[in-house]
C-alpha cells in the first residue's frame, strides 16, 4: 500500500502545473531558466507549467509570489538549495510556460534568463546575461522604462517606450 502511495504521489506531482499560485502583477525571473509568458483573459488565475517538475527536479525550482513595493511579484528561479549545489537543469529541463489573465506590468529578467511575454503594461529591466522579448508593450508612452544593464539585450517588438536607463 504505500508503494502504490509513494507512486503516486510521485506522479500527482510530476504532472501537476504550478496553478495555485496567488495573485500577482509582476515577474522576476533570475536563473537560466527559458520563460514563455502567455496572456489568457479567459483565465481567472495564472497556471505556471515547468518541464523540471515533469523530470522530478520541481524542487529545484523556486517559484513564489511576494509582496513587493510596486504589487505582488511572482518570482521564479533556482531554488537556493539547487544553486548551493552548482545544479544544472538536463537539457529543456529549463523551460517553463506562465499562463496570466491579464497583462503583466512589470517584468524582470537576470541571472541568464530568457523570457518571452505577449504583452506587458509598465516596466522592463535585464542584466548583461539575460534576454527578454516583449511582443507588444501596451503602455501610455510617459509610463513605461527600460532598465538595462551593459550587454543585456530587451527587445520590444511592437508599442511604445517611454525612457530608456543604461546602466
Known amino acids: 500500500v504505500m508503494k502504490v502511495l509513494c507512486l503516486f504521489l510521485q506522479f500527482a506531482a510530476a504532472s501537476a502545473s504550478r496553478d495555485w499560485l496567488g495573485p500577482f502583477q509582476r515577474l522576476q525571473v533570475s536563473s537560466p531558466m527559458v520563460v514563455h509568458v502567455i496572456t489568457d483573459p479567459s483565465r481567472q488565475k495564472a497556471d505556471l507549467n515547468i518541464a523540471a517538475d515533469s523530470m522530478g527536479l520541481g524542487w529545484t525550482v523556486q517559484s513564489?509570489?511576494?509582496p513587493m513595493t510596486f504589487g505582488s511579484t511572482l518570482l521564479l528561479g533556482m531554488d537556493q538549495r539547487a544553486a548551493r549545489q552548482d545544479f544544472a537543469w538536463p537539457e529543456g529541463g529549463q523551460i517553463a510556460t506562465l499562463r496570466v489573465p491579464?497583462?503583466?506590468e512589470a517584468v524582470s529578467a537576470t541571472g541568464g534568463a530568457?523570457?518571452?511575454?505577449d504583452s506587458v503594461i509598465g516596466d522592463l529591466s535585464a542584466d548583461g546575461k539575460s534576454n527578454l522579448t516583449v511582443?507588444?508593450?501596451r503602455s501610455p508612452q510617459n509610463r513605461s522604462h527600460l532598465f538595462l544593464a551593459d550587454d543585456a539585450n530587451?527587445?520590444?517588438q511592437s508599442g511604445v517606450i517611454g525612457d530608456a536607463f543604461v546602466q
Request: charge should be positive; charged fraction near 25%.
Open 64 to 66: 513564489e509570489v511576494q
Open 102 to 104: 491579464k497583462w503583466l
Open 114 to 117: 530568457k523570457v518571452l511575454v
Open 135 to 137: 511582443q507588444r508593450l
Open 154 to 156: 530587451i527587445t520590444v
